[in-house]
């Protein structure tokens, strides 16, 4: 059979031709739709760098509209609702990426961390725990721990907070028998309120042991026992607390003269309540010391001027105060007033502040009210920082 060459080599031109244009038209496309893509893109990140969130947004749902299958973009999408306040479509975003197939573990776990974060931020935080205990065993464990230990916080679920401290603990992501000690002291108070003040003293034992060095556990056994009339038993924990933990000596100096003046034991406590003044010129110490010298006949106007040795030591409004109301003025019928004015003006004073937040309270507090960080008050006042 005979071929004709020309014939053939003339299909090879054709096809090749029309390959050539094939390929030509899908370039196009291509480069059509990529020109598309990341013009929205870069866009929405223009609007987004100028804190122009709403355009930002409309920006991104084009790009997401145009390639749904860019995860990052999704990703982005979510961030931007959950930034704005608009939680329910941050979680339809973040829904909507868990639900496809063809996701990776790595996104998985991101998308699903995301969208716990949804939760948190719209106070949902049942399904924020259950979207957090999921988590377990992926890279985003600790933050997801983290984030169920304040829920259990918040919601005072101290047996659930304990757990997770635990898990925190054993993972190697920090010390937390001090807060541990602090959620059997949280157990403590309320079965003490509840009249069952032999479970409440095993806590504050269990505490003890869980945190040695924390002055909590030891100061709310003491008060319980002041309260049970056991004076001589609240005295001796309160002295070890002194030598064990000597910088929260202002926070039980008080309770420490009562004692020992209830137990006739007036004598160690001033010791140690001296000793530790000598280490740290604290106005409450100061003033348990006065309080104990004073209930001596002989020594009472001697344990007033101790006031002006602190003025030696430390310029203090709050110590001069003291030592003005026991002292006699020579137009002593304005006494009063002038002693009124002066405790008005030193009242902000003797308040405690939080080291994280600022907050001032007139007592001290174990968890700041203002921002829920443990141990944040000092056991030192205002004036004395």
Same mark, same amino acid.
């Given at each position: ?98 639900s496809r197939a063809d996701l990776t573990p790595a996104d998985r776990q991101r998308a699903q961390h995301d969208l716990a974060l949804d939760f948190l931020k719209a106070g949902l935080l049942d399904r924020a725990e259950d979207a957090l205990r999921k988590l377990e065993g992926s890279r985003y464990e600790p933050q997801a721990l983290l984030a169920l230990l304040a829920i259990y916080e918040r919601s005072r679920d101290w047996p659930q907070a304990t757990e997770i401290a635990q898990k925190l603990q054993d993972h190697g992501e920090g010390s937390f028998g001090g807060r541990m000690a602090h959620y059997l002291c949280e157990q403590a108070a309320a079965r003490n309120a509840a009249g069952e003040t032999d479970t409440a003293a095993q806590l504050l034992q269990r505490a003890i042991q869980t ?39 202002? *926070?039980? !100096?008080? +309770?420490?003269?009562? =004692? /020992?003046? &209830? ?9 140690? @309540? #001296? ?10 110490? *100061?003033? !348990?010391? +006065?309080?104990?010298? =004073? /209930?001596? &006949? ?9 006031? @002006? #040795? ?76």
């Amino acid at each position: 059979m005979d071929f004709d060459i020309g014939l053939i080599l003339l299909a090879v031109l054709v096809a090749f031709v029309l390959g050539w244009l094939a390929s030509r038209l899908d370039l196009r496309q291509m480069r059509i739709e990529n020109r598309r893509a990341p013009k929205a893109y870069f866009k929405g990140l223009n609007y987004l760098l100028n804190e122009q969130q709403d355009q930002a947004i409309d920006a991104f749902i084009e790009a997401v509209q145009k390639d749904p299958d860019t995860t990052e973009l999704h990703f982005a999408l979510g961030n931007l609702f959950r930034r704005r306040g608009e939680y329910q479509r941050a979680v339809r975003v973040h829904e909507h990426l868990l639900s496809r197939a063809d996701l990776t573990p790595a996104d998985r776990q991101r998308a699903q961390h995301d969208l716990a974060l949804d939760f948190l931020k719209a106070g949902l935080l049942d399904r924020a725990e259950d979207a957090l205990r999921k988590l377990e065993g992926s890279r985003y464990e600790p933050q997801a721990l983290l984030a169920l230990l304040a829920i259990y916080e918040r919601s005072r679920d101290w047996p659930q907070a304990t757990e997770i401290a635990q898990k925190l603990q054993d993972h190697g992501e920090g010390s937390f028998g001090g807060r541990m000690a602090h959620y059997l002291c949280e157990q403590a108070a309320a079965r003490n309120a509840a009249g069952e003040t032999d479970t409440a003293a095993q806590l504050l034992q269990r505490a003890i042991q869980t945190a040695p060095q924390a002055p909590r556990p030891r100061i709310d056994l003491a008060l319980m026992r002041v309260r049970a009339g056991q004076h001589a038993q609240a005295l001796e924990g309160l002295l070890a607390l002194g030598e064990a933990a000597p910088q929260a000596m202002p *926070l039980i !100096a008080q +309770v420490l003269a009562q =004692s /020992a003046s &209830a137990c006739g034991e007036a004598g160690r406590a001033l010791a140690a @309540l #001296q000793a530790s003044y000598a280490q740290f010129a604290s106005l409450d110490v *100061l003033d !348990a010391i +006065v309080a104990l010298e =004073s /209930a001596d &006949a002989g020594r009472a106007d001697a344990a007033r001027q101790r006031y @002006l #040795q602190h003025l030696e030591r430390e310029q203090s409004l709050v110590a001069t105060a003291r030592w003005l109301a026991g002292e006699k003025l020579e137009h002593e019928q304005f006494h009063p007033q002038v002693q009124r004015a002066i405790e008005h003006a030193t009242r902000p004073l003797t308040r405690y502040r939080c080291a994280a937040c600022g907050f001032e309270a007139k007592q001290h507090f174990w968890q700041c009210p203002g921002c829920q960080a443990w141990d944040s008050y000092p056991p030192r006042r205002v004036e004395e920082l």
